[in-house]
């Protein structure tokens, strides 16, 4: 799968520079001139303003600097005064080579689950899928080939004990967690203790033809077009920033199964790109909207 970040995963050296704020005069100039400063060669810069006075500026650089595990407490001190000292800018340097470690939750649906391991056993993903966690034993069979933890926590002992249990096992050991059609609500509290991201694929009919069946009801209404969004979950329902969206034409000859195939197919592809994107660093979050490189 093609992405905008190239090959910028695959050296020790490489490095991301993630920086946002309030836009204003010379800003890229010396992000660039500091870095030149320290040596490192610029690989590709992409920059956004949402106005050119007093906007929200948002910037990812990749950059290649010789030792750069060595030199990276030296560098974030000289950002930290140039960025945040001096211009007042957010700022987050990572490491292109660490990849981010992903936990999958799923219900019965395998659709997006199997896309995702696939695509990160092909090396098309800059991730670790190290658990898979269900309210359903069904998937792990399909996991086991994988070699992944697969924990099946179900959801009869209820919502507050299923989320603790949850909570005990992603503590520390995650950076992101990706719901591939995991029909359960995640609560706020669950939401303020994990500490990570978390994205969500769903259907783009919301809100309309809400709860089950929605591809029959989809089809009793003469739908022409069918999507997938995927945005980061937040304690409102289903309206999260959002980060990667896609459609389809369907037409009056498609049945309900034709069209949730199809949903299927829109919903791996959304979810994917939006995982990839994340784990790239190449999504900038402001408010309930994003910015993606």
């Not at 919502?159 to 995640?186: F, P, S, T």
């Amino acid at each position: 799968m093609a992405t905008a970040s190239g090959t910028d995963s695959g050296s020790k050296d490489i490095g991301r520079l993630i920086v946002q704020g309030t836009d204003q005069h010379g800003i890229v100039a010396s992000i660039s001139a500091l870095l030149s400063e320290a040596g490192a060669n610029i690989v590709s810069l992409d920059q956004h303003s949402s106005d050119p006075e007093g906007g929200q500026f948002f910037q990812r650089t990749v950059f290649s600097l010789p030792h750069l595990p060595a030199r990276l407490e030296e560098l974030r001190e000289k950002l930290d005064a140039r960025l945040t000292g001096e211009l007042g800018l957010s700022w987050q340097l990572v490491e292109a080579r660490q990849r981010k470690r992903v936990a999958v939750f799923v219900s019965k649906s395998d659709h997006c689950l199997l896309d995702l391991l696939w695509r990160q056993r092909r090396g098309e993903l800059p991730m670790d899928i190290v658990m898979v966690v269900s309210n359903h034993p069904d998937l792990a069979k399909d996991v086991r080939p994988f070699g992944i933890p697969y924990f099946h926590v179900p959801a009869s002992g209820g919502k507050v004990e299923a989320e603790r249990r949850h909570l005990e096992l992603l503590a520390g050991n995650v950076d992101l967690v990706v719901l591939a059609r995991y029909m359960q609500i995640i609560t706020e509290d669950f939401l303020e203790a994990v500490g990570v991201p978390v994205i969500n694929i769903h259907h783009s009919f919301l809100p309309a033809f809400i709860g089950a069946g929605p591809y029959q009801k989809a089809k009793d209404r003469g739908v022409k077009l069918i999507g997938a969004t995927a945005h980061y979950v937040t304690k409102d329902l289903d309206e999260g920033p959002i980060i990667e969206q896609d459609a389809i034409r369907v037409s009056h000859r498609d049945s309900a199964q034709d069209l949730a195939r199809s949903g299927a197919d829109v919903e791996r592809r959304v979810l994917s790109r939006a995982v990839a994107a994340h784990c790239e660093d190449r999504i900038l979050r402001e408010g309930n909207t994003t910015v993606v490189f």
